[in-house]
């Protein structure tokens, strides 16, 4: 069962309605593990001008760039595409291993789809339940099993070995949602 853990600014809520920024209601927000800098929530960087976006950990701010879905893979089982929410149809930004060469310390970044390439398919493999109660994965690429998603001490997303202690809080993230007030909540473990 869900529960409400947040609450963001008023202000930003009723901004983010008007401006038609808030986060879609399926939508997961992916807060990282790692609570040496605080709660921070995979975002995508959305500067205009830059070809690819790079992916950051910031703090909660309720808007669609921290907001994101996922959709089977089409060219492999039980791997997904996760896809940012601050996406729109005609401009599909998706995570993605930039260069597309899983290397330690590659940075994971938002992307235009581009065919069955595995730098932008991820399997989320379910681990604990964080403080909170919220499912907590590692997300691994399909480009290389035994690496995975990682906040790192730069406060980058980057591509790690998987269990690397030096890696371990930041290699988890915890999945949740909002409620219709745009508070947080817990998502439970679910398959993939």
Same mark, same amino acid.
């Given at each position: 069962?869900?529960?409400?853990?947040? %609450?963001?600014?008023?202000?930003?809520? !009723?901004? /983010?309605?008007?401006?038609?920024?808030?986060?879609?209601? %399926?939508?997961?927000?992916?807060?990282?593990?790692?609570?040496?800098?605080?709660?921070?929530?995979?975002?995508?960087?959305?500067?205009?001008?830059?070809?690819?976006?790079?992916?950051?950990?910031?703090?909660?701010? +309720?808007?669609?760039?921290?907001?994101?879905?996922?959709?089977?893979?089409?060219? /492999?089982?039980?791997?997904?595409?996760?896809?940012?929410?601050?996406?729109?149809?005609?401009?599909?930004?998706?995570?993605?291993?930039?260069? *597309?060469?899983?290397? !330690?310390?590659?940075?994971?970044? +938002?992307?235009? $789809?581009?065919?069955? *390439?595995?730098?932008?398919?991820?399997?989320?493999?379910?681990?604990?339940?964080?403080?909170?109660?919220?499912?907590?994965?590692?997300?691994?690429?399909?480009?290389?099993?035994? %690496?995975?998603?990682?906040?790192?001490?730069?406060?980058?997303?980057?591509?790690?070995?998987?269990?690397?202690?030096?890696?371990?809080?930041?290699?988890?993230?915890?999945?949740?949602?909002?409620?219709?007030?745009?508070?947080?909540?817990?998502?439970?473990?679910? $398959?993939?």
């Amino acid at each position: 069962m869900n529960r409400r853990i947040w %609450k963001y600014v008023v202000g930003l809520s !009723i901004l /983010a309605g008007s401006l038609g920024l808030a986060i879609p209601a %399926k939508a997961t927000i992916w807060r990282n593990n790692d609570d040496s800098y605080g709660d921070l929530f995979l975002t995508l960087n959305t500067a205009p001008g830059v070809g690819h976006y790079y992916n950051y950990p910031r703090p909660f701010n +309720g808007l669609t760039s921290q907001a994101w879905g996922e959709n089977a893979d089409p060219y /492999a089982s039980g791997y997904f595409r996760f896809f940012s929410g601050a996406s729109t149809t005609t401009n599909q930004i998706v995570l993605d291993i930039r260069g *597309g060469v899983p290397n !330690i310390g590659a940075r994971v970044q +938002g992307y235009p $789809p581009n065919g069955g *390439g595995a730098n932008q398919s991820w399997l989320p493999i379910f681990r604990f339940l964080d403080i909170h109660g919220a499912a907590c994965y590692t997300i691994h690429s399909r480009a290389d099993t035994g %690496k995975v998603m990682v906040q790192d001490r730069f406060l980058q997303i980057t591509l790690q070995n998987y269990n690397d202690p030096t890696n371990s809080p930041g290699q988890y993230w915890c999945a949740y949602a909002t409620d219709t007030s745009g508070a947080l909540v817990t998502q439970s473990p679910r $398959p993939f």
